[in-house]
């Protein structure tokens, strides 16, 4: 299951505490794991938080540390904590003895440093949070997001690469069709899109209102969604992404809807 973090997701807890067999926690503090995992689940974040900080706390040293510097960093991430996160997420891959939370850890860290906007160091967290995940939702998760920073760092090849590696192993997963529509971008820019139309008339419409604000819009081709002979009306030919950013406020005083293309 994922979690929504600003504009990403944060891979959820579910089956990460994994306590059977061998290990160096005492019986109490075993179930106060298990709690701060469960409370998680049920959003009681803050339970969950100090939950895994006691366990933390009082056995730092233990072999299933990992899953606690985890289950904080999540709880943390979702109050929006995310530098504490961060250094949750680092923990738990430093620690954990498990490659699939290793994987885990490696995911949500790539979604809190995507969030901040520091591209590269999100891309090397998924690609290292690949190499220790089996095939899923959170190794999909990882590999599509891998795709987007690429492209936000302006490394267009990579990221064409990347999409078409995800499509050919999860060509049914919720994100295929962004990737499909990322990997048919034909540019190496950014834009601003404003609106899509079927008719002439409408896209001239648009385009005369933002250039009555003295913005530099055009009218091209929609491609990579297959809408037949549509129209897309866009402001700016940005080589940065964040500069593709920082304009688009000023777009959206006059479309509201608009965002970043690809």
């Not at 996160?85 to 850890?105: N, P, V, W, Y």
């Not at 949070?129 to 987007?148: C, H, I, K, P, S």
Request: proline fraction near 2%.
């Amino acid at each position: 299951m994922l979690h929504r973090l600003g504009s990403v997701v944060v891979v959820a807890a579910a089956g990460v505490v994994s306590l059977s067999g061998c290990t160096t926690l005492p019986e109490a503090a075993r179930q106060e794991l298990i709690r701060a995992h469960q409370a998680y689940e049920q959003g009681e974040l803050g339970a969950a938080e100090s939950g895994a900080g006691k366990v933390i706390g009082a056995y730092p040293h233990a072999r299933e540390i990992g899953e606690a510097y985890y289950v904080r960093g999540l709880a943390r991430a979702r109050q929006g904590r995310t530098s504490e996160a961060e250094t949750d997420f680092r923990e738990a891959i430093k620690r954990s003895q498990r490659r699939d939370l290793r994987g885990r850890a490696g995911t949500s860290l790539g979604m809190v440093l995507q969030e901040r906007g520091e591209f590269g160091k999100a891309a090397s967290s998924y690609e290292g949070a690949m190499a220790n995940l089996e095939a899923g939702e959170v190794q999909a998760t990882a590999m599509y997001n891998l795709g987007v920073c690429r492209q936000r760092e302006g490394q267009w090849s990579e990221a064409r690469g990347a999409f078409e590696s995800f499509l050919r192993k999860y060509p049914s997963s919720a994100e295929a069709a962004q990737a499909h529509r990322r990997a048919a971008w034909p540019h190496e820019h950014f834009a601003i899109q404003c609106g899509v139309f079927g008719e002439a008339g409408n896209a001239r419409r648009m385009l005369e209102q933002l250039r009555r604000e003295n913005l530099q819009a055009y009218v091209e081709a929609h491609g990579g969604e297959r809408l037949g002979g549509a129209s897309a009306v866009r402001v700016g030919r940005f080589r940065d992404y964040g500069a593709a950013a920082r304009a688009l406020p000023m777009v959206k005083r006059v479309v509201a809807d608009a965002y970043i293309v690809p």
